[in-house]
């Protein structure tokens, strides 16, 4: 089968480059913007793209909502397999893309989008077809990742752990959407509606690392406790929860030794009890390599991830509880529902009674509100 490819930047390069060796599958032409066509395999022509027969599947790799949104219209419509590593366009507009494939008879895949080279979503589908899948969860992106690593590991501090991420290529020029944990969160999405069947498109909840210190660190580390992302969802009723905050865990835990910008990911199957993934979240080649993985799926009948009765929902993250460690100004642990005191004075440090992820980001919102600074992270159940 031949294979175009819409981007040709860092993913579209390695799966352009890929596709020469792949088993089954070759390289067709490969889209860049107008007055960048550099090479013969190249063209800024999508409808030639579309209107070319040999071309059986389109992998883009472009990125951004749109023009990605339509050209994936685009090629669905014109009968040909779609596959894509864009969590932002999946997310946005995944059910509608997959409801289109689906009426065509055509492949829409996109196991790239969360967690680059690890089989997480590939895996989820697959557990699906025999086992209930009764929570997900993972380190999701590898920048925070590393920042929080190297912050930990080699004590270097907040704003020298992103531009050493940002140095080596990890963290973008602007990295908000991986310190603020919208990238993480844009990958949970993808693994609920896999995993459970509902894509969640409100009442999520998104804590990234912007407000770790070195401080924090520090009295972690004496408490031999370390911080990781982490992204979760699991299902709650007719819906499920859906949550990115930072955890806390002892030194020892598994999550721990995700060193690096490596992801790990975790689900629980009724039946096959938890089973974890580790590897390459991002970079040329491991992405590239979940882009053939696709591809290849497709010369073996698979068609979707979603399964077919997949409805988006409103998330519901305040019925499971947890405590949570929280460093604030003194005068606003009145707001907090606090256990116990683990340092008090100017600065305090506590943990809370278990309250819901919901209860927890709504009471940092109304201190931040008032002004005040807060870090919080989940515990695990002592
Ligand atoms: N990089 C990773 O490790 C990684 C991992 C997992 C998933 N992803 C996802 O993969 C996608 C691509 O990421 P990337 O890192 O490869 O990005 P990238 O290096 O910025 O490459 C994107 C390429 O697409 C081109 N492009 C954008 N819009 C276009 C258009 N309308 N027509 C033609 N070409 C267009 C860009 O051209 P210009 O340079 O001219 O804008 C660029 O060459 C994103 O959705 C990203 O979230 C990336």
Redesign the pocket.
Request: hydrophobic share 35%.
């Given at each position: 089968m031949q294979v175009a490819v819409?981007?040709?930047?860092?993913?579209?390069?390695g799966v352009y480059a890929m596709l020469q060796s792949a088993r089954g599958l070759e390289p067709g032409p490969v889209?860049?913007?107008p007055g960048?066509v550099k090479e013969k395999f190249q063209t800024?022509d999508l409808e030639a793209i579309l209107s070319d027969d040999k071309v059986g599947a389109v992998a883009e790799?472009?990125?951004?909502i749109d023009?990605?949104f339509s050209?994936a219209k685009k090629v669905l419509e014109s009968g040909k397999h779609f596959v894509?590593?864009?969590?932002?366009?999946c997310a946005a507009h995944g059910l509608e893309l997959a409801a289109l494939a689906r009426q065509k008879g055509l492949g829409f895949l996109f196991s790239?989008?969360c967690g680059?080279g690890v089989p997480f979503l590939h895996n989820l589908s697959l557990a699906t077809r025999s086992d209930t899948i009764t929570s997900i969860s993972g380190i999701l992106n590898g920048t925070t990742n590393y920042m929080l690593d190297n912050m930990q590991r080699r004590g270097l501090d907040y704003q020298e752990a992103l531009s050493d991420a940002q140095l080596l290529g990890y963290a973008e020029a602007d990295p908000t959407a991986d310190v603020s944990g919208l990238d993480a969160l844009r990958k949970i999405m993808l693994g609920c509606a896999v995993a459970f069947g509902r894509l969640p498109t409100g009442g999520l909840l998104c804590e990234g690392i912007e407000n770790f210190t070195a401080g924090d660190v520090a009295d972690l580390r004496s408490r031999k406790l370390a911080c990781r992302l982490i992204a979760s969802g699991a299902p709650v009723g007719k819906t499920v929860s859906t949550c990115v905050e930072p955890m806390v865990f002892p030194q020892s835990a598994p999550e721990c030794s995700v060193v690096m910008n490596f992801n790990m990911t975790k689900y629980i199957g009724q039946k096959c009890g938890p089973i974890v993934l580790m590897g390459q979240?991002?970079?040329?080649f491991?992405?590239a390599s979940?882009v053939l993985r696709d591809l290849s799926s497709l010369l073996t009948g698979e068609r979707e991830m979603f399964p077919a009765d997949c409805v988006a929902v409103e998330a519901d993250n305040s019925r499971e509880k947890r405590k949570y460690y929280v460093r604030c100004h003194s005068d606003a642990a009145s707001l907090l529902p606090l256990e116990r005191l683990l340092m008090n004075g100017f600065t305090i440090r506590a943990v809370t009674e278990p309250v819901s992820p919901e209860e927890m980001h709504n009471l940092a919102k109304k201190i931040r509100n008032n002004g005040g600074s807060l870090f919080f992270a989940a515990m695990e159940d002592e």
């Open positions: 819409l981007g040709y930047g860092t993913v579209g390069g889209l860049v913007r960048k800024s790799v472009m990125g951004g023009p990605a050209y894509t590593s864009n969590k932002a366009l790239s989008a680059g979240g991002a970079g040329r491991p992405t979940a």
